[in-house]
Nanobody, 128 residues
Framework: QVQLVESGGGLVQAGISLRLSCAAS????????MGWFRQAPGKEREFVAS????????YYADSVKGRFTISRDNAKNTVYLQMNSLKPEDTAVYYC?????????????????????WGQGTQVTVSS
């Protein structure tokens, strides 16, 4: 099991950029596919982005494609979510997640059920 701690959330104005970080501890970080999800008040948790173990493959939700970038630094046991051109509808609690298994070696998962470890979340609020 891997332990995950998110940081970098905050209150920003629309159009501003923000970078979230997720620090992992425990078993070998590089063996995990990583993902970011978010949950807005009164809504279901939704997929944002995911990345495979090497960083060579990543997926994005249509709502963030072209604005958000997921990356990882296996030497630092950290995954990042660079969020540019933020919109009020990006307001949510953002969660980092880790998924293990050889089936995710090339292509990372996008469904929450395929991630076995979760962080506590970090709040991102975008004002108009």
């Amino acid at each position: 099991q891997v332990q995950l701690v998110e940081s970098g959330g905050g209150l920003v104005q629309a159009g501003i950029s923000l970078r979230l970080s997720c620090a992992a501890s425990g078993r070998t970080f590089s063996s995990y596919a990583m993902g970011w999800f978010r949950q807005a008040p009164g809504k279901e948790r939704e997929f944002v982005a995911s990345i495979n173990w090497s960083g060579g493959n990543s997926y994005y939700a249509d709502s963030v494609k072209g604005r958000f970038t997921i990356s990882r630094d296996n030497a630092k046991n950290t995954v990042y979510l660079q969020m540019n051109s933020l919109k009020p509808e990006d307001t949510a609690v953002y969660y980092c997640a880790a998924g293990s298994g050889s089936r995710w070696f090339l292509a990372p998962p996008t469904a929450a059920v395929d991630f076995g470890s979760w962080g506590q979340g970090t709040q991102v609020t975008v004002s108009s």
